[in-house]
T-cell receptor, first 115, second 109 residues
């Protein structure tokens, strides 16, 4: 599968623990996005990168959340001191430069459950 | 503020019937509109975008700026169309997408 890859697919953690998710975008894609999706809702934008630069962060992204894309390839999303309200599907997406950037390619997501 | 509204959580139709999934939006600039689809146990994927004025799998969508709508239509639904459909909006530089809450389409045999 040469699409966007996310790991792990599922994560169960205790409240207060830290978790980290990884996203590997499609290789030539310079933009990478993180979205969060809760039950019954569409994906909500969290942040995006163009190459290694984090260009925008949503107000949804509290201080407990941090995202990196150190070499402009894979990205990590870390949540510190998890809370039950963080339980959601975390989606990563990427798109290529140029005219083809109109389409975002999504990964299968990481489902986080905070108990 | 940017917002995408899909008023129907669930839409059930019989095979062969016409389908219309509603999408309304609010956006301060000139938006780009999309429909994304998620089939069971698959990832979210692009169905169509208004900028291309395309028809994919028999689906079409027309951007109506006066009514701020981008409804998805298909004249004859097929069982394989059963899925979650999300309307999405982006600005001119496509730096992020705003999604509606989705409509589950169920096509009955």
């Amino acid at each position: 599968d040469t699409g966007v890859s996310q790991n792990p697919r599922h994560k169960i953690t205790k409240r207060g623990q830290n978790v980290t998710f990884r996203c590997d975008p499609i290789s030539e894609h310079n933009r990478l996005y993180w979205y969060r999706q809760t039950l019954g809702q569409g994906p909500e934008f969290l942040t995006y990168f163009q190459n290694e630069a984090q260009l925008e962060k949503s107000r949804l992204l509290s201080d407990r959340f941090s995202a990196e894309r150190p070499k402009g390839s894979f990205s990590t999303l870390e949540i510190q001191r998890t809370e039950q309200g963080d339980s959601a599907m975390y989606l990563c997406a990427s798109n290529p430069p140029g005219w083809r950037r109109t389409e975002a390619f999504f990964g299968q997501g990481t489902r986080l459950t905070v108990v | 503020a940017q917002r995408v509204t899909q008023p129907e959580k669930l839409l059930s139709v019989f095979k062969g019937a016409p389908v219309e999934l509603k999408c309304n939006y609010s956006y301060s600039g000139s938006p780009e509109l999309f429909w994304y689809v998620q089939y069971s146990r698959q990832r979210l994927q692009l169905l169509l975008r208004h900028i291309s004025r395309e028809s994919i799998k028999g689906f079409t969508a027309d951007l109506n700026k006066g009514e701020t709508s981008f409804h998805l239509k298909k004249p004859f639904a097929q069982e394989e169309d059963s899925a979650m459909y999300y309307c999405a909006l982006s600005g001119y530089n496509f730096n992020k997408f705003y999604f509606g809450s989705g409509t589950k389409l169920n096509v009955k045999p």
